[in-house]
């Protein structure tokens, strides 16, 4: 067996117990020490101090104790109880994919989806927190650099807790493990999904995105039990790749859920802290205001016309996602599909298209090189004279992105910046970033985003949500 040691100094220490084994056993005190009962107990706790008593850098993941702690407290919870509330209320859970990536598992249009469901439906919604590891501790210690294995949901979006349901009439949404509390086992009435992984599943769902809503919504509110829990995705890959998620845009972009959905305030805080240098005259977020909805009619915020926000995805494994895409001809995934939006025009392209043609155009959507990025951001600010500064949303390595940077204040913007550097560079910040550059992408006067990410898909729909022309917002 082999077992990974964190080694602040330097890469992870890895030891192979197998040559332990060849070690002859005999009748000295560490043979003796072993066979004592509380041996193996005693090494494990003194495994454990030396574990948190040595604090390497990066140190560990953040607690989240607010947040959890907020999860906790919410007035509904508490005993502050309204209709379909409470130990006898309407709940409705819903699986949600692990370790996937938060845009990917819950940020992008499957929890609001679900949530819009809940509303629809009348029940509250039991939402999950973002799962990154599946284990019982706070991290993995054998994962370097370490990172939280769970995420409150209410550290990423405040849509979840700030009650917004109750000016509609509908019960509020609570934490997981509240449902587990109030929905044991013997009250929940099951539905699964009939797909690969469930052929004998019960519910058949239909593709049209509309149509579907519809069918599950009447599932919800006709059912007189207290506990409903979907098993299955209803809202997957699938779905996401294929023209449903339009068929539902126009309800959907208008619904109480988009119309509430802010970020947290934990992100917002992150952002308030940045508005000196990166909008100096835009008023701060309300950060209590955020977390609780009063109104049916939310706080707009302005638009921060001289930012053109770039999203430019650069891993090693997104390399092969452009690659996969390309051989399949794949669409654009979800709302990024919307004919009104420049760039999407010829995706995908026609099958008559020869393969080296396709792999070029997907390559040049997928993975834009430097130059043709250069020229986008000197065209765009040629039709729109008020951009001043770039915000650049990306996983890329350093070399790669610090080239880009150089490239565009070789070109005289005022300012380049690239959120994970310049904006949530603390270590405290980093794993709620991608929502900070969301949230900075989805103000921006111009948004140019990749059409095969759902946290560009994401934002797309943010803007088109708060009436940004579409011309404001392309994609590669």
Known sequence: MRITFPNPLGPPITLDTSHLERIPRGNGLISSLQ????????????????????????????????????????????????????KNGRYVKFDVPRGTGFNHQCANETCRLQHHLAVLGNRSLAFEPYVEDDTYLPFVPSRWPWRSARIPLSAYISTVISGFERLYKSPRAVPAHYYRNVCPSYKEQLHTIR?????????????????????????????????????????????????????????????PVMKHFTFSSTVLAIINRALPSLAPESLPYDLTAVSHSTSTEPHKTTGWKHILAMHLRRSKNWEEVCEEKGQRAAPFVSFNKLPKFPGNENVPPPPS????????????????????????????????????????????????????????????????????????????????????????????????????????????????????????????
């Open 353 to 476: 298209m020869v393969e080296a043609t396709r792999m070029g155009l997907y390559k040049a959507k997928c993975l834009p090189p430097t130059l043709d990025i250069i020229a986008r951001a000197r065209r765009m600010r040629k039709n729109h004279p008020l951009l001043k500064s770039v915000y650049i949303l990306t996983d890329a390595d350093d070399s790669w992105i610090n080239e880009i940077r150089m490239w565009l204040q070789s070109e005289g913007w005022d300012n380049v910046w690239i959120g994970k550097y310049d904006i949530y560079p603390e270590w405290q910040d980093k794993e709620v970033g991608v929502a900070v550059d969301m949230e900075i992408a989805r103000r921006a006067g111009v948004f140019v985003g990749n059409g095969f990410s759902t946290t560009s898909s994401n934002i797309v729909l943010l803007r088109s949500r708060d009436g940004i022309h579409p011309d404001l917002t392309q994609l590669w």
């Open 35 to 86: 066979r004592r009962p509380h041996f193996k107990l005693l090494a494990f706790i003194f495994a454990l101090a030396l574990l948190f008593t040595i604090h390497p850098k990066p140190p560990f993941p953040p607690s989240y104790a607010v947040e959890w702690r907020q999860e906790a407290s919410l007035p509904h919870i508490k005993g502050e109880v309204g209709v379909g509330e409470g």
């Open 195 to 255: 797909n690969d992984n469930h052929p004998e599943g019960d519910l058949q769902l239909v593709a049209d995105g509309q149509s579907r809503i519809h069918q599950i919504q009447v599932l919800l509110a006709g059912s007189e039990q207290s506990c409903v829990r979907i098993i299955g995705e209803p809202f997957d890959d699938d779905f996401f790749d294929s023209t449903a998620s339009l068929d539902l845009y126009d309800t959907f972009v208008k619904s």
